[in-house]
């Protein structure tokens, strides 16, 4: 399963690559605005230095809604890096799009998937990743990894080659769990990739090992 981190930060973009398990970045408008990354050409130089930190995909995101404006967000988005992947909403103009790109060697990640028919038009119309919500979903008190597993039985029952890129991760357990169902790709917070590193026994085991070491020297 390829882990990708879901933020604008440089700094957090930087010491996941670091730890050396980072497969790619997902963004979007707000997040660019959480960093207080404003105007055109600043968001184009902020996507050109994560591309620079990370040798994965890194999803950028159309603003607009109409088809053509997908498409030509989309064109300008991958000029501005090989990495760049086109993330576009899961609306009727938007798998419109999906296709056009797929045609066109243009990659491209779905977003904002809630449900198993979404899924299953976007990988019709071509797309490279489709991103379920499941946070959003367990928020509403909806199963989102019981999405995860649904779109992996109809995606393996027809061969699509369309990625499932688990997004809305919360916290540890999402990343295991979706691991353990068969989701190709998890983008989360920096902390819940972290938080896999922790265990109780682990800190107890080292210490015993560093305590017995002080008490040889």
């Known amino acids: 399963m390829k882990f990708f981190i879901d933020t604008a930060n440089l700094d957090q973009i930087a010491e996941a690559q670091q730890l050396g398990c980072l497969d790619g970045v997902t963004t979007n408008p707000s997040l660019m605005a959480k960093e207080g990354i404003k105007g055109n050409q600043n968001v184009i130089n902020h996507y050109k230095a994560i591309c ?3 040798t994965g995909d890194v999803s950028a995101e159309v603003i607009s809604v109409d088809y053509q404006g997908i498409i030509n967000e989309g064109k300008a988005l991958v ?4 990495q760049i992947v086109v993330k576009v909403p899961m609306i009727e103009q938007g798998v419109r799009a999906l296709r056009y790109f797929s045609d066109h060697g243009i990659r491209t990640n ?3 998937v809630f449900s198993v028919g979404q899924a299953l038009l976007a990988a019709k119309a071509g ?3 489709v991103s379920p919500f499941i946070g959003r979903l367990d928020d509403i008190s909806t199963d989102g990894l019981g999405l995860i597993e649904e779109i992996r039985e109809v995606y393996d029952n027809y061969g699509f080659q369309t990625e499932i890129l688990a997004a809305s991760i919360r916290h540890t357990m999402h990343i295991v769990n979706c691991a353990k ?3 190709d790709v998890i ?3 920096l902390s819940a990739i972290k938080g896999l590193l922790k265990h109780p026994l682990t ?4 210490e015993k090992f560093l ?3 002080r008490k040889s020297q």
């Open 127 to 129: 797309a490279t990743y």
């Open 52 to 54: 620079d930190i990370v």
């Open 79 to 82: 000029e501005i890096h090989p």
């Open 211 to 213: 305590s017995d070491h």
């Open 110 to 112: 779905c977003t904002l």
């Open 181 to 183: 169902i068969g989701a």
């Open 187 to 189: 983008t989360s917070p």
């Open 203 to 206: 800190d107890i085991g080292l």
